[in-house]
C-alpha cells in the first residue's frame, strides 16, 4: 500500500457499517479491519431470539471474512488482537510484533459482559452471549439442558428469557430490580410485561441478590442472599454490558464510562475515532443499533474528508419479546417530566410529559405499540 490505511479495530456492527457507509463515499483509501475472531458478519441483536426465529449459529452468519473482503474492498485481518496502539508513531502493534501503520483509526472495540463478584466453585461454569462463537458454545450445552436461569432482568435477559421459555425451557429470571426492565420501564409497564413472560412459563426472582454459585453433581446451585437456594442446568449471566476501554486507556486516549469522544466521533487524538458501544459520544453511552448506524454514516463522511457531527433523532427502541410486543424511547437522563398511564388487559400505553404536557419518551406495551410512529413523530431529538 503506497498511502497509510484507514484502520477498524472490531468486526461488529459498528465496524462493518462504517466501512460499508465509507464505501459509498470513497473507493480508493486502502482499509484494513482487525477483528479478534472469524471476521464474518452477522447480526449481533438476533442472537437472544434466534430460537424463535429458526436460526442456528450457521444460517446467523450473513458473510465470511473473505467475501466481507471483497465486497468492501478492504484487508480482513482475522484472528488479531491488537496489543497496543502508539498514537505519536500512528501505528498498532498485533499479538505477534507486528506493526501497522494507519493514517486514520477507527475503535469499534464493543462492550464486554458485566460479570457479578460471585464465590464458589461454579463460577467458571457461567456462560454468556457477547458474540457468535459465545452464542454457539450456549447452542450446543442447550442440546442436553432443560433448566436454564437469567441473571438479569434488562433487554437482553428479558429477550432470551422470551426466547427460551417458547423454545420449551423451563426459564428463570434473577434481578435486584423488583421488576424487569427496571431502568426503562415504569411499574405499570414492568408489570405487564412480567404477567406477559409468566405467561408462558419464565419464573422470576426480583428483589433478589445471588451470593453463590457451586456445583452440585451436573447441576448448579445458585444461593441467594436471603438463604434460598435454585438449581439449574446452565447458569447464563445478562447484567449489562460495560464499554471495552482497556487498549484506549493504555495508550493514553481519554475514557471516562467509555472511549470519550466528540460530536465528530474524534477522540483527544485527531486522527483517531471511537463509536458504538465503547464510545461514550459528548457524554452518552448508547449500546443499541440505531445510534450505530447513524454514528456510522456520520463518521464514514469525515473520513472521506466530509467532516460530520453525528446527529441522534428520537431512536424507539424495539423489544424482543414477541410474548409481549414492547417498545421503548426513554426520556433523555435529568429531563423533568412524569409518566401518564394508560392501561387496558392487551395494552399499557406510558407517556412521559413535562409541565407543559409536551411528549419526551414513551413505553408502548401489547397493542400499544401500533401508536409507535405516530408518537416518535412528537418526540425531541436525543442529540440535535
Given at each position: ?26 473507493n ?20 437472544s ?36 496502539i ?6 498498532i ?20 459482559q ?97 451470593k ?16 434460598k ?30 472511549i ?75 429531563t ?49
Open positions: 500500500m503506497s498511502q497509510n490505511p484507514i484502520v477498524i479495530i472490531g468486526s461488529g456492527l459498528a465496524g462493518y457499517t462504517v466501512i460499508r457507509e465509507f464505501r459509498k463515499l470513497e480508493e483509501i486502502p482499509v484494513i479491519i482487525i477483528s479478534t475472531d472469524h471476521g464474518g458478519f452477522y447480526s449481533k441483536p438476533m442472537l431470539n434466534a430460537l424463535a426465529k429458526g436460526k442456528t449459529p450457521d444460517t446467523l452468519l450473513n458473510s465470511n471474512a473473505e467475501h466481507v473482503a471483497e465486497q468492501m474492498k478492504a484487508v480482513m485481518r482475522p484472528y488479531s488482537t491488537v496489543r497496543a502508539n498514537p505519536v508513531n500512528k501505528n502493534v498485533l499479538q505477534d510484533g507486528e506493526e501497522i501503520n494507519y493514517d486514520q483509526l477507527v475503535l469499534a472495540l464493543g462492550a464486554n458485566i460479570r457479578l463478584p460471585l464465590e464458589g466453585d461454579g463460577v467458571e461454569e457461567i456462560l454468556s452471549v457477547n458474540n457468535l462463537d459465545d452464542y454457539r458454545s450456549f447452542r450446543d450445552t442447550l442440546t442436553t439442558k432443560k433448566e436454564i436461569s437469567i441473571l438479569g432482568a434488562g433487554l437482553i435477559g428479558c429477550e432470551f428469557a422470551n426466547d427460551l421459555a417458547m423454545a420449551g425451557y423451563n426459564v428463570h429470571v434473577i434481578d435486584i430490580s423488583i421488576q424487569p426492565l427496571g431502568k426503562l420501564l415504569p411499574p405499570a409497564g414492568g408489570t405487564f410485561l412480567q404477567r406477559k413472560l409468566e405467561a408462558i412459563g419464565v419464573i422470576f426472582h426480583f428483589d433478589t441478590i445471588t453463590r454459585v457451586e456445583k452440585i453433581g451436573k447441576k448448579l446451585q445458585l444461593t441467594f442472599a436471603n438463604g437456594t435454585l438449581q439449574t442446568d446452565i447458569l447464563l449471566t445478562a447484567v449489562g454490558l460495560i464499554p471495552n476501554t482497556s487498549l484506549a486507556e493504555e495508550a493514553g486516549i481519554k475514557v471516562n464510562r467509555g470519550v469522544v466528540t460530536r465528530s466521533l474524534q477522540t483527544n487524538y485527531s486522527d483517531i475515532y471511537a463509536l458504538g458501544d465503547c464510545a461514550e459520544v459528548d457524554g452518552r453511552v448508547l449500546p443499541f443499533v440505531m445510534p450505530i448506524m447513524h454514528a456510522a454514516r456520520a463518521l464514514a463522511a469525515t473520513l472521506a474528508k466530509k467532516p460530520t457531527l453525528v446527529r441522534y433523532p428520537a431512536m424507539p427502541v424495539i423489544v424482543k419479546t414477541p410474548a409481549c410486543p414492547t417498545v421503548i424511547s426513554p426520556p433523555n437522563p435529568g423533568k417530566g412524569e409518566w401518564q398511564i394508560e392501561e387496558t388487559p392487551d395494552s399499557v400505553r406510558a407517556l412521559f410529559n413535562d409541565a407543559e404536557n409536551n411528549l419526551l419518551g414513551y413505553a408502548l406495551l401489547g397493542t400499544a405499540i401500533n401508536e409507535k410512529i405516530s408518537l416518535t413523530k412528537n418526540l425531541p431529538s436525543v442529540m440535535e
